[in-house]
């Protein structure tokens, strides 16, 4: 028997107005045996090109295309770049919107109006040698997940020293809200991890771009690199970065954040808690991300909120302490999505929850402060 969820998908599936209907046939007929066997469909579709040529990278896999390949750039706040051939079919994987049943229902209309409105024939040519991921969105944690497993294919990966980087993320002040106020920051960790060989699709002035020898790295939820952040790639920034951290060394360092509604309740009775035990109050906003990176490079414990945040826990060495204060706001979240970074960075991890959005300073005792 169908759930209802289920049923929620089916009607989605027949309201894809632009989704042709042995397409739409095809998913039904999957969908009626599970969600998982929909999903799994999706890559035998007529709207997409076939798959590149298979290979494996640190255990990710990856697909070349050596055949020109168009970049449908969006410079909106959708975001939502992507990869077609030259017969205007989608490349499966080239965003993470194709790879997951939930997200292709949403958005597989305003791909294929997307596809369909792109003149080949005027496409800027970026050249040969690109890898790219499956991307997701383009809030901060997304963003550094990407570049991290970017950044450890151009340094290990099968690429010649010709081989480029495919980025796209936006780089101006009009597109600045709650997940993109501090845009600076993705221009820095652009420049410290791929020194110059990576191409930005947002600030090239074409709304579709031509490029040969593609590779797209997978990087759907389930992926193995998928939220891992490879250290190689950590320890590459921070030798770039050096001492840029000019105050005093401290070997505890609280990261808090600006008011949200993600916030605890005693947030100021926490940190002063923490304070007391040693620990600098440091907020990240308020200083450059070489400096982030340099103080955190010094310290063996930390303390900071539960949330995006927590992709600042590859900046601390391995064998580090780090406390982390989950909000009621998060309860329902898993943490097993941050366990490769604990795993990769070999980090001491305690979880503080915070019960009716309150951290117990008697909690805070018993911690390894």
Known sequence: MSSNLDEIY??????????????????????????????AALP???????????????????????EAMFYVSLRNKSHSGFLIDRDGKIVYRSRYYTSHLNAFVDNVD????????????????????????ERWFFTYGHFKDEAYSLGSYLRRGPTGGETRILLDYPTDSGLDGPNFRFNH??????????????????????????????????????????????????????????????GPKVDRVFLTRSASY??????????????????????????????????????????????????????????????????Q????????????IVAEYQLRVQIVNAVENRVEISELLNLDN
């Not at 089916?10 to 969908?31: M, N, Q, W, Y």
């Not at 709207?47 to 050596?66: K, M, N, R």
């Open 44 to 66: 035998s579709l007529s709207i997409f090109a076939p798959v590149g040529d298979s290979s494996v990278f640190d255990g990710v896999q990856c697909y070349s295309y050596p």
């Open 329 to 340: 706001s998060y309860m329902e979240e898993n943490f097993n999505l941050w366990l490769k």
């Open 185 to 246: 920051n993705y221009r820095l960790i652009d420049k410290l991890i791929f020194d110059g060989r990576s191409v930005n699709a947002y600030l090239v002035q074409a709304p579709v771009m031509k490029l040969r020898n593609v590779t797209i790295i997978e990087n759907g939820f389930n992926s193995l690199g998928f939220h891992r952040f490879p250290s190689e790639v950590a320890t590459h920034i921070a030798n770039r970065v050096g001492d840029a951290w000019k």
């Open 110 to 133: 305003h791909m294929l109006r997307q596809a369909k409105r792109a003149v080949l024939e005027d496409s800027f040519d970026l050249g040969e040698g690109f890898v790219t991921i």
């Open 10 to 39: 089916v009607e989605k599936i027949k309201a894809c107005t632009l989704l042709p209907d042995i397409d739409k046939d095809f998913l039904l007929s999957k969908l009626a045996i599970s969600y998982g066997h929909a999903q």
């Open 262 to 327: 993600r916030d605890i309740d005693n947030k100021a009775e926490v940190e002063n808690f923490f304070a007391s035990n040693g620990y600098r109050i440091i907020d990240p906003e308020a200083i450059s991300y070489q400096e982030l990176v340099s103080l955190a490079r010094n310290a063996s414990h930390a303390a900071l909120y539960y949330g995006s945040a927590l992709t600042n826990m590859v900046y601390f060495p391995p064998g580090a302490t780090i406390t982390i204060l989950k909000s």
